[in-house]
């Protein structure tokens, strides 16, 4: 029988780091440890800390024993680690506003619960948001389940940064929106294996958005708005992550990363009531 799990402290979780990875969860315990042992299996970022946020109907997610389990591997590798409950359920974008305001890291990954993450992808990304000096930089997730299911005509999206990435207005209906459809199935696998890159070798590359895994220069994240709209939107949304990172982009710029070290788990989705979308509210609200 598993001891009782501690929570951590809120105050003394939120100290300056480098890192901090949010992780918003509902009734997935399963894919909720598998995410977090990616993350205990991280070795090149020391100290990042994790907060695990939980909507679940029932008990929360990190209490089952293998979630648990994956929680004091965390802490027993130096990584702080705070796990709360955010209820009555405001909406997504509610959720990881909850999460980032839990925070006061230089960086936070906004890592989805259903993806696991191979050793060195932090780092990585790390390095990446460094040397690009812009708002954020992402890892789209990889559903292995499709690794023979190969789409070249998708790959001609594919278009690297030449340096730093600079401020874009992405909208749909622009050649930059058909930027996305490299990331579904494992479209950008298929990219990655092309470019043969060597052993530690990366690509930047232009984006529309970034699902799964993601992460920002909290500073900049914040001076785009954060996820503050949430109070703009019914709470029956999706795409809370794309509103951000358009926002984001159009001050700061963003990029993916390849080759991304994201697999997604593929398992069914949490977020069934998907009645509007918030970024298309979000461009609405804005002048043309």
């Known amino acids: 029988m598993n001891r009782p799990l501690d929570l951590g402290d809120p105050a003394g979780f939120r100290r300056p780091r480098q890192l901090d990875v949010l992780i918003p969860t509902r009734n997935r315990p399963a894919e909720l440890a598998v995410t977090l042992s990616g993350l205990a299996a991280q070795e090149d970022v020391p100290g990042f800390g994790v907060v695990v946020s ?9 209490a089952h024993p293998a979630a648990a389990t994956m ?7 130096g990584h702080p680690v705070l796990l709360t409950r955010r209820l009555p359920r405001r909406g997504l974008a509610e959720h990881r506003a909850y999460l980032l305001s839990r925070s006061v890291a230089e960086y936070v990954l906004c890592l989805d619960d259903d993806v696991w993450l191979e050793p060195g992808t932090l780092s990585r990304l790390v390095t990446a948001i460094r040397e690009l000096g812009c708002g954020f930089v992402g890892n789209a997730v990889h559903g292995l389940s499709y690794a023979d299911d190969v789409r070249p005509e998708t790959h001609r999206h594919y278009e690297e940064w ?15 929106w058909q930027r996305a459809s490299i990331h579904p199935a494992a479209n950008l696998l298929h990219v990655t294996e092309k470019l043969r890159l060597p052993p530690g070798a990366w690509r930047a590359y232009k984006i529309s958005w970034i699902g799964g895994c993601v992460l920002y ?8 708005g ?3 709209f949430w109070r703009r939107v019914h709470e029956r949304h999706q795409g809370e992550d794309v509103a ?9 710029g963003g990029a993916g990363v390849l080759p991304s070290g994201a697999y997604h788990l593929e398992s069914p989705t949490t977020v069934t009531e998907r009645e509007v979308e918030a970024w298309e509210v979000l461009l609405t609200d804005q002048p043309a």
């Open 54 to 62: 939980d909507q679940s109907d029932g008990d929360p997610a990190y």
């Open 71 to 77: 929680v004091r591997a965390l802490r027993h590798r």
């Open 162 to 176: 030449p340096g730093r990435p600079v401020p874009e207005r992405i909208r749909p209906g622009t050649p930059q």
């Open 217 to 224: 220069d909290r500073a900049r994240l914040v001076d785009a």
């Open 226 to 228: 954060g996820f503050e």
């Open 244 to 252: 951000a990172q358009l926002a984001v982009m159009a001050r700061h």
